[in-house]
């Protein structure tokens, strides 16, 4: 029976293949389902030669060694992870190339489930000497054209010409095909040493420091340089053309001046005793007086009005100037509005005079009247009861921010910062620029008055502050940093000691507003980001708080001496531009957002 199970031929060892391990068991499977033969019906057969047997037990040996499993060992199949970048044994082919075991996400495609090494796809790494790298580049420097490199060179080949291929392979070759054929493929190491387009123009030379008139020295010019001293008439005629034509298309249409007109949308512009909505009522349960400020302030806590009436995001919103029972407010859809802030919280009147954008408004002292600036490049006194403009003035750039003098015996002067990095000084009276102050170098983004009106504080997107003397064209400090940003939105403190900058690296700094105007580097108020946006902040008129808004309309309240940030809730669905504390509240607070409304808090 053992004879029968398996044989090899002669000269195969012990240590058999596996394919020949496979044989075994399929034998010994076979022998094992084949029924036992019947004696009697083998009587018949005769049994071989004696030297027949000898000689077929030399020619075959029996392996009767069983398939044994190791002890520890159980015969499953290993897995291979893709990322495996070596192996310390040799695995078999099924191992090797066996499908990645897990779960296949149905949802990708052939594209997303094909393997990658890199963003775009699978990148295998190449060799290529640095000299014909080099070569290649300088070719293609010189002479516009290089060898493709998704195709291989010739094979076998070293040298220079081993990535040389055919002119006649036109695809073999990238950029200037028709200057390869007529270099033949040459590289810049081939070609001969002769005048090519490539090569460095060559200089007049004089360097006889006798030659006084004719000393050239490293100004020579070039050999084939061209110097025209002027244009000729026909050249002249062309530009002058070309230039009144590119006047044309720019100049802005200023025939027809937009109408100016303002909507009153109060039954009675007086009351019962004549009064115009500009006085400020009696019977709201607060003091408006000036310097009446609450003796302590508190967070607010929930919201309790907001005011929509504009169609795009708002600019800026002013107080009522001592009082602050009414509020202004000018917006992105060129519509200037006032508001109520007491009994019904009406939309008063409406004023309409600008073909773009207005970017900022300041009352006078009295109220009576306000300077608005538009991105139509014009400003414009209004008359606050009326709606009537009273005068326009324009400089032909874009005003950023206007402030009126606030001396009572300066109220027909005003201030505007200019996008050609200008402060002018308009007088309302005669309508003519009575100053300049032109010191910075970028856009000039705001005005302050500190030191009782007799200086001014501005910054810009130079990333500087200057302090100017009023009347004197000379900045008197200039501070600039390198760790400082942007400051587009600066408020001076109620005592008049501090100005807190809205810095656009997402801090509040602040300055010191009198004597060195030195930065307080102990207080930085942090948690918000205003990167890109003019978030105008404010005080608590105790001097407790201090307010701003944000970039994703949320508002923050900081406590000013520890510079903890107390609270912060979602105010507006955009940018949160602008936040005002009441004078004479102790709690109440306005927002105003790029979403067109303005929220009151209490």
Not at 43 to 63: E, F, G, I, R
Not at 251 to 276: A, C, T, W
Not at 371 to 395: C, H, N, P, Q
């Amino acid at each position: 029976m053992l004879g029968l199970q398996a044989y090899a031929s002669e000269g195969s060892g012990s240590g058999s293949s596996s394919e020949d391990t496979d044989q075994e068991e399929s034998t010994n499977q076979a022998v094992k389902a084949k029924p036992a033969p019947d004696p009697d019906a083998l009587a018949h057969l005769k049994p071989l030669p004696t030297d027949s047997a000898n000689s077929m037990a030399k020619s075959l040996q029996v392996c009767a060694a069983p398939l044994v499993v190791p002890t520890g060992q159980v015969e499953v199949a290993r897995m291979l992870a893709p990322s495996t970048n070596e192996l310390c044994y040799n695995p078999r082919f099924e191992e090797l190339f066996a499908p990645v075991a897990g779960p296949v996400n149905p949802f990708l495609t052939e594209q997303m489930r094909a393997p990658k090494n890199m963003l775009t796809g699978f990148v295998e790494t190449a060799h290529i000497s640095d000299f014909q790298f080099e070569n290649q580049r300088k070719t293609f420097h010189s002479y516009g054209y290089a060898l493709d490199p998704s195709i291989d060179a010739i094979a076998g080949s070293s040298g220079t010409s081993a990535v040389v291929e055919k002119v006649e392979e036109g695809p073999s070759y990238v950029g200037h095909l028709q200057a390869a054929y007529d270099t033949d493929g040459k590289t810049v190491f081939e070609s001969a040493k002769a005048n090519r387009s490539g090569d460095k123009r060559k200089r007049q030379k004089n360097d006889k420091p006798e030659d006084v008139e004719g000393f050239l020295g490293p100004w020579g010019k070039f050999e084939d340089e061209q110097t025209i001293a002027r244009p000729s008439e026909q050249e002249r005629a062309e530009i002058e053309e070309m230039m009144a034509k590119k006047q044309r298309r720019n100049r802005v249409v200023e025939d027809k001046p937009i109408e100016e007109k303002s909507i009153l949308h109060i039954k009675d512009s007086v009351d019962y005793q004549g009064r115009s909505f500009l006085h400020p009522p009696h019977d709201v349960g607060v003091s408006l007086r000036k310097g009446s400020a609450p003796d302590r302030c508190f967070l607010p806590k929930a919201h309790i009005h907001t005011w929509t009436g504009h169609t795009k995001g708002i600019s800026a919103i002013r107080w009522f100037p001592k009082s602050a029972h009414l509020m202004l407010s000018c917006s992105m859809d060129t519509r200037i509005k006032i508001w109520e802030v007491y009994n019904e919280r009406r939309c008063v009147r409406t004023y309409s005079g600008h073909r773009q954008a207005v970017r900022d408004v300041d009352f006078n002292n009295r109220g009576d009247k306000f300077v608005s600036a538009g991105y139509d490049r014009y400003l414009k006194l209004w008359d606050t009861e009326t709606g009537d403009v009273i005068s326009r003035f324009s400089s032909r750039k874009i005003p950023f921010c206007v402030k009126f003098h606030p001396d009572y015996n300066k109220q027909h002067l005003f201030v505007a910062g200019t996008s050609d990095k200008k402060i002018i000084c308009w007088d309302t009276r005669s309508g003519e620029i009575v100053q300049e102050y032109d010191r910075h170098l970028g856009a000039v983004n705001t005005i302050t008055f500190v030191d009782e009106n007799r200086r001014f504080v501005t910054t810009s997107d130079d990333k500087s502050l200057r302090v100017w003397e009023w009347d004197i064209p000379v900045d008197m400090k200039y501070i600039a940093d390198p760790t400082m940003h942007s400051m587009p939105a600066v408020t001076l403190s109620p005592n008049g000691k501090w100005l807190a900058c809205q810095s656009l690296d997402n801090k509040i700094v602040i300055f010191s507003a009198i004597n060195r105007f030195k930065m307080n580097r102990k207080k930085s108020f942090t948690g918000h980001m205003v990167s890109g946006y003019a978030c105008n902040l404010s005080f608590s008129p105790d001097m407790s708080y201090l307010v701003s808004g944000d970039g994703d309309g949320k508002c923050y309240i900081w406590d000013w001496k520890t510079t903890k940030l107390y609270k912060k809730w979602q105010a507006h669905d955009n940018v949160c531009i602008a936040t005002l504390w009441h004078p004479h509240e102790a709690s109440k607070v306005v927002t105003a957002g790029w979403d067109g409304t303005i929220k009151y808090w209490d």
